[in-house]
């Protein structure tokens, strides 16, 4: 882990750092005094940074990891607290802040790379959401999520977005009434983690994860991961219409070319970008 530094003194840069390894970029969470909090600076990094690895074709996936003892505590409570001073109590600020983060989130899911979130500890309320918005999630055995917002008077509606989305009804309403946090064991269990490994192994297993997923072709999990989401907002029937245009189109792709060839010749694929 680096070293902490205080976030005023950080560059967006700073904030969320970046690591490549080959096909595989690393986004770092670094501002551990304030918990890895989702402060508006840390969004805006996070969300810069996000949208210059849209346009890089020689990133494949994506992993958001997180410095410090906390993956992510929410929103910053103490930058929203200040602002009730403001003459509308911080209506006008609110609503901008709360669509800042509406926008990451969405960002997250229709990114055209595969995202992975690495939670090594708790990760609470929109940092709950981060989790929930990701691809794909690899937690250590001592990580936690919760949606805490009830103990505080605030339920966690925008949290309940994603994490609806990813879990059942009834372990989502759980999670947000109850304010309980769960452990990563009970999180995989009801589908809001895909693997949970031992502390010591969280950044070699989640890597290796995303070098699985980075050696397939790109341009297929580009269509496919669109339509993933797409097709679940439709009915059946409409589904499976988008779904078999957008074969069609994935059909007549240069690397669906190559790889049914591949197969075929019994060689391995050359993908695009390789």
Known sequence: ??????????????????????????????????????SEEMMAALQNALDGLAQDDDVRIIIIAANGPVFCAGHDLKQITARRQDADRGRAYFTVLLEQCARLMQTIVDHPKPIIAQVHSMATAAGCQMVASCDLAVAA????????????????????????????????????????????????????????????????????????????????????????????????????????????????????????GAFIDKRAPQWEGD
């Open 141 to 260: 055995n001592s990580a936690r999520f919760c949606t805490p917002g009830t103990s505080i008077g605030l339920f966690c509606s925008t949290p309940m977005v994603a994490l609806s989305r990813n879990v059942s009804r009834k372990d989502a309403m759980e999670m947000l009434l109850t304010a309980d946090p769960i452990d990563a064991e009970k999180a995989q269990k009801i589908g809001l983690v895909n693997r949970v490994v031992a502390d010591d192994q969280l950044a070699q297993a989640t890597l290796e994860l995303a070098q699985h997923i980075a050696s397939q072709s790109g341009q297929s999990i580009k269509f496919g991961k669109e339509a993933f989401y797409r097709q679940l907002e439709l009915p059946l029937e409409q589904a499976y219409a988008y779904a078999s245009a957008v074969m069609t189109e994935n059909m007549l792709a240069r690397d669906a070319e190559e790889g049914i």
């Open 1 to 38: 882990m680096n070293k902490p530094v205080h976030t005023k003194e950080l560059s967006q840069a700073d904030i969320v750092q970046q690591e490549r390894n080959d096909k595989v970029v690393t986004l770092t969470l670094n501002a551990p005094e304030r918990r890895n909090s989702l």
